[in-house]
T-cell receptor, first 117, second 114 residues
């Protein structure tokens, strides 16, 4: 089954304690990205990656890091979490071939609800 | 980068009526416009999309229209049903220099009243 898997689903942590949210996809997609969802602000892109070892900042990258050492994995790292990073996080992946008939749908993970106290 | 504005932020309709959600985008180089539906507590899922070389696309009760000149696109849901109640997001994909970003609107909470 084609899917994007995030872990953990829920996480409560304290300010300053480093954490990693994992994301893995089994569709051989080139493109992966991270979004945070906050009430009234929609989905805002944090980082994205076009392929292995290629990452770029999205609209709200401050306080986050990512890596893309393998095509299937795209972890989100919070080196020193702060309360303003309390949010619902989504990982997504898609093919980058938008001018072919291949499906270009972005598949989202289940989401990770992070609370930083 | 791209900027996507979505209106309205909330929309209530009677069951059986139509619902229309509108989005505008800023960068004329954007070439792909998907719509996602997010039910309460779930992940966003694609419901329909349109590419910049097409003006309209329909799939049963839902349709999307694109006006490239005016840089806006709209989602139309006809004969609404209670299960259409959800948050809907429009998005625009900007392709530039071998890379692209997918930028979302802020979402529209649609409530279909039985």
């Amino acid at each position: 089954e084609a899917q994007v898997t995030q872990n953990p689903r829920y996480l409560i942590t304290v300010t300053g304690k480093k954490l990693t949210v994992t994301c893995s996809q089994n569709m051989n997609h080139e493109y992966m990205s991270w979004y945070r969802q906050d009430p009234g602000l929609g989905l805002r892109q944090i980082y994205y990656s076009m392929n292995v070892e290629v990452t770029d900042k999205g609209d709200v990258p401050e306080g986050y890091k990512v890596s893309r050492k393998e095509k299937r994995n795209f972890p989100l790292i919070l080196e020193s979490p702060s309360p303003n990073q309390t949010s619902l996080y989504f990982c997504a992946s898609s093919s980058d071939r938008i001018w072919t008939d291949r499906n270009t749908e972005a598949f989202f993970g289940q989401g990770t609800r992070l609370t930083v106290v | 980068g791209e900027n996507v504005e979505q209106h309205p932020s909330t929309l209530s309709v009677q069951e059986g009526d139509s619902a229309v959600i509108k989005c505008t985008y800023s960068d004329s180089a954007s070439n792909y416009f998907p719509w996602y539906k997010q039910e309460l507590g779930k992940r966003p899922q694609l419901i329909i999309d349109i590419r910049s070389n097409v003006g309209e696309k329909k799939d049963q009760r839902i349709a999307v229209t694109l006006n490239k000149t005016a840089k806006h696109f709209s989602l139309h849901i006809t004969e609404t049903q209670p299960e259409d109640s959800a948050v809907y997001f429009c998005a625009a994909r900007l392709w530039r220099a071998g890379s692209y970003q997918l930028t979302f609107g802020k979402g529209t909470k649609l409530s279909v009243i039985p």
